[in-house]
């Protein structure tokens, strides 16, 4: 027996989750990120633990990872030039994507640049009927032509995506085999080995953004584990997926689409878990670290999941956790443009130099010099350690502001964190509105460096029943990482009725699917069955987008029609207040999910209080730009049944919670603060 591990890479902090095997007991660890040198946190934590803790690296006995380089890569468009390989007189498919503009309510909205021009889009002459017949194979002197064009035009890898590849990918792989015989070493991708998913955009910008990636991910892979080899870590490295999963590093090389939302996806699987330990039924995930705030929707412990979600400027479509990003973190900067307008993000300090309060070389005001300048954090060292907060530094940062604003300080720093919060919440009214959800039913569970330092005022924007900020809230996402599932997709296009025939069609893909994903788990190394979950993309028809409708492989065996029809109205009916039972049904889509279940930490309940609890200090702070006395508390101190009313401060080492002054806070069974509004009805329990 030993440790396992779980490490996720925020823009500011890196942060460790470790599980002792035998005690099944929970520590965490926060390190400065390094992404001037990636790789060097990874040491560094090993090392602190070692000297902290006494664990050596022999003894680890599995590590997971989650990284943003993907996702970072497709932002700061900092990838390898492509060329796109497509079928003949397709060549627009980039350009054409899907005729929508980003902001549908903005008239000067405007369509992304695409990641490869179309100067560098080559047709070849091919084609694949819908039906997944091939009507022409491509020859091999046309694809010969377009490889010494792409290569004229300086492309260092090569995008391949046909129309119908997802019914059949015989051209495709006949031209990747080609190119492997002219370009030994030549990169190239295929839509349909990335994601064999219906709709030819859909499928080539998924494909795109793959090739996009890899090599940095590539690169940032290979130091991950010369940093773990160097310091003694035998065992192979894990890195989280997407969805909620995790993956070995050979696969994350190949398939670099798959983790390009690994550190987001895991923060919402830790608090999909914490809340499910401690009888949360309906929270609204609120991860906030150095650069982003990040909003998931999580019923009975499941994050809700979906396809298309939103990386930089291009939606992604692989199965994701559902995620609503904006640029408001704890290191968003704050600036006036030049017309007077105090505006916040997306621009991020990052790790270095970081918030000026930091003293790590920052001058510009961030979200977090406006939380010290109000002398709401720094009471004590953030980061285990690693930040002591300067509030004078702060101070001076915000100053230039509040002088052309013609504002004091103080009142400048409390316009920051109402702008942020006003960015937060436009962000998440659309993810409530995606899913139907009232927020009054739900709470919001705050987690990340700065999450707990703004949940409250967003809860109460957003009329939400309260807040759980967790025991160790900035270290959730390297949780998620630590106690994530092996996981893996997979995917069939049929196009068949819901009939007799076409469900009696849907047994040999799924017995086809359910080899190839217990192969998949197999080389993992995982030893079990593994539990496997099936469903269907299923549509009316005439309808031209399908929607997700769970399964039973049962139901497949027996033929059951009317079950399976029973089930997608059922979901229609869910998701769009209605359903046509008597209208013919088209299942588009096989789904088959496979999962290998890790091993979890046991929720300690810590002993009861045995009496009132008392604030260390009291300090002078402000609140929306007005003076405040405020109870600072320390979080070690806190026990379950105590209670006390903002305004107050609770400080920990890996972040800070803030209650206003017209919130009360409660200590439940498992530690948990349960915040919630004075004026406020309904239960504080979950």
């Known amino acids: 027996m030993g440790y396992r591990i779980g490490v996720d890479v925020g823009g500011s902090f890196t942060d460790f989750a470790v599980l002792d095997e035998d005690t099944h007991a929970l520590t965490t660890l926060k390190v400065f990120s390094r992404p001037d040198q990636p790789g060097e946190e990874i040491v560094a934590g090993l090392d602190?633990?070692?000297?902290?803790?006494?664990?050596?690296?022999?003894?680890?006995?599995?590590?997971?990872?989650?990284?943003?380089?993907?996702?970072n890569t497709v932002i700061q468009r900092n990838g390898p030039k492509l060329a796109l390989f497509t079928t003949r007189n397709f060549e627009d498919v980039l350009d054409i994507a899907r005729l929508k503009i980003p902001q549908i309510h903005n008239l000067y909205s405007m369509r992304p640049e695409p990641l490869i021009s179309r100067e560098n889009v080559f047709g070849i002459d091919e084609r694949t009927e819908a039906t997944g017949s091939v009507l022409k194979a491509p020859a091999r002197a046309d694809v010969a032509h377009a490889l010494a064009a792409a290569q004229a035009a300086g492309a260092e890898g090569i995008v391949?995506?046909?129309?119908?590849?997802?019914?059949?990918?015989?051209?495709?792989?006949?031209?990747?085999?080609?190119?492997?015989?002219?370009?030994?070493?030549?990169?190239?991708?295929?839509?349909?080995?990335?994601?064999?998913?219906?709709?030819?955009?859909?499928?080539?910008?998924?494909?795109?953004?793959?090739?996009?990636?890899?090599?940095?991910?590539?690169?940032?892979?290979?130091?991950?584990?010369?940093?773990?080899?160097?310091?003694?870590?035998?065992?192979?490295?894990?890195?989280?997926?997407?969805?909620?999963?995790?993956?070995?590093?050979?696969?994350?090389?190949?398939?670099?689409?798959?983790?390009?939302?690994?550190?987001?996806?895991?923060g919402v699987i830790?608090?999909?878990?914490?809340?499910?330990?401690?009888?949360?039924?309906?929270?609204?995930?609120?991860?906030?670290?150095?650069?982003?705030?990040?909003?998931?929707?999580?019923?009975?412990?499941?994050?809700?999941?979906?396809?298309?979600?939103?990386?930089?400027d291009f939606q992604i479509h692989i199965p994701s956790v559902a995620v609503s990003s904006v640029g408001q973190g704890g290191g968003s900067v704050a600036s006036v443009d030049a017309l007077g307008v105090?505006?916040?993000?997306?621009?991020?300090?990052?790790?270095?130099?970081?918030?000026?309060?930091?003293?790590?070389?920052?001058?510009?005001?961030?979200?977090?010099?406006?939380?010290?300048?109000?002398?709401?954090?720094?009471?004590?060292?953030?980061?285990?350690?690693?930040?002591?907060?300067?509030?004078?530094?702060?101070?001076?940062?915000?100053?230039?502001?509040?002088?052309?604003?013609?504002?004091?300080?103080?009142?400048?720093?409390?316009?920051?964190?109402?702008?942020?919060?006003?960015?937060?919440?436009?962000?998440?009214?659309?993810?409530?509105?995606?899913f139907g959800i009232d927020p009054r039913e739900f709470h919001l569970f705050a987690f990340g460096g700065a999450g707990a330092m703004l949940a409250c005022f967003l809860a109460r924007e957003l009329d939400m029943k309260g807040v759980v900020v967790p025991p160790r809230p900035g270290c959730v996402s390297a949780l998620g990482g630590l106690i994530a599932d092996l996981k893996n997709d997979f995917i069939r296009t049929l196009y068949a009725d819901l009939n007799s025939e076409g469900v009696a069609a849907l047994a040999e893909p799924?017995?086809?699917?359910?080899?190839?994903?217990?192969?998949?788990?197999?080389?993992?190394?995982?030893?079990?069955?593994?539990?496997?979950?099936?469903?269907?993309?299923?549509?009316?028809?005439?309808?031209?987008?399908?929607?997700e409708t769970p399964l039973e492989a049962e139901w497949i065996a027996a033929g059951a029609v009317e079950t399976i029809a029973a089930a997608f109205h059922a979901e229609h009916e869910r998701l769009f207040g209605h359903a046509s039972v008597n209208a013919p049904v088209?299942?588009?889509?096989?789904?088959?999910?496979?999962?290998?279940?890790?091993?979890?930490?046991?929720?300690?309940?810590?002993?009861?209080?045995?009496?009132?609890?008392?604030?260390?200090?009291?300090?002078?702070?402000?609140?929306?730009g007005k003076p405040a006395d405020i109870a600072l508390y320390d979080r070690a101190a806190l026990a379950p049944g105590h209670a006390f009313d903002g305004p107050a401060?609770?400080?920990?080492?890996?972040?800070?919670?803030?209650?206003?002054?017209?919130?009360?806070?409660?200590?439940?069974a498992f530690g948990n603060l349960v915040i919630t509004r004075n004026d406020s009805v309904g239960s504080q329990e979950g």
Not at 48 to 71: M, Q
Not at 166 to 180: G, S
Not at 281 to 295: N, P, Y
Request: proline share 6%; hydrophobic share 40%; net charge negative.
């Open 586 to 624: 088209q299942m588009v889509n096989l789904r088959l999910v496979i999962c290998g279940e890790t091993p979890k930490p046991v929720m300690s309940r810590p002993a009861s209080a045995e009496g009132p609890v008392q604030p260390v200090q009291r300090v002078d702070g402000w609140f929306g």
């Open 160 to 266: 391949i995506a046909f129309l119908h590849a997802c019914r059949n990918p015989a051209n495709e792989d006949a031209v990747a085999a080609i190119l492997a015989e002219l370009a030994p070493g030549f990169p190239v991708v295929t839509s349909s080995g990335t994601w064999p998913v219906i709709r030819e955009f859909e499928r080539t910008i998924t494909a795109v953004i793959s090739a996009y990636v890899q090599p940095r991910v590539s690169h940032y892979l290979d130091r991950f584990e010369a940093a773990l080899a160097g310091r003694g870590v035998t065992v192979p490295a894990h890195i989280t997926k997407s969805n909620g999963g995790v993956m070995g590093i050979a696969q994350a090389r190949v398939e670099c689409v798959q983790m390009i939302l690994s550190g987001t996806a895991s």
């Open 270 to 312: 830790g608090a999909g878990w914490l809340a499910r330990e401690c009888g949360f039924d309906k929270v609204l995930s609120l991860d906030i670290g150095g650069t982003s705030a990040d909003v998931a929707v999580i019923l009975d412990g499941q994050p809700q999941y979906g396809t298309g979600e939103l990386i930089g």
């Open 342 to 434: 105090l505006r916040v993000g997306p621009e991020s300090a990052g790790s270095t130099p970081g918030p000026a309060c930091y003293k790590r070389g920052g001058v510009k005001p961030t979200i977090t010099d406006a939380m010290a300048a109000q002398n709401l954090i720094g009471h004590g060292d953030l980061g285990y350690g690693a930040v002591t907060v300067d509030h004078a530094a702060a101070h001076a940062a915000i100053a230039p502001l509040a002088e052309k604003l013609g504002l004091p300080v103080e009142e400048v720093a409390g316009h920051i964190i109402d702008i942020s919060v006003s960015a937060m919440y436009a962000e998440v009214s659309g993810l409530v509105s995606r």
């Open 48 to 71: 602190r633990l070692k000297t902290r803790d006494g664990i050596s690296p022999e003894a680890v006995s599995y590590f997971t990872h989650g990284t943003t380089v993907g996702i």
């Open 510 to 547: 799924l017995a086809a699917l359910s080899d190839n994903a217990r192969d998949w788990l197999a080389s993992q190394g995982y030893g079990g069955e593994g539990r496997i979950s099936v469903s269907a993309d299923m549509r009316y028809h005439g309808q031209s987008y399908e929607i």
């Open 649 to 668: 401060i609770v400080r920990q080492d890996d972040t800070t919670t803030v209650v206003p002054p017209d919130f009360s806070v409660t200590v439940d």
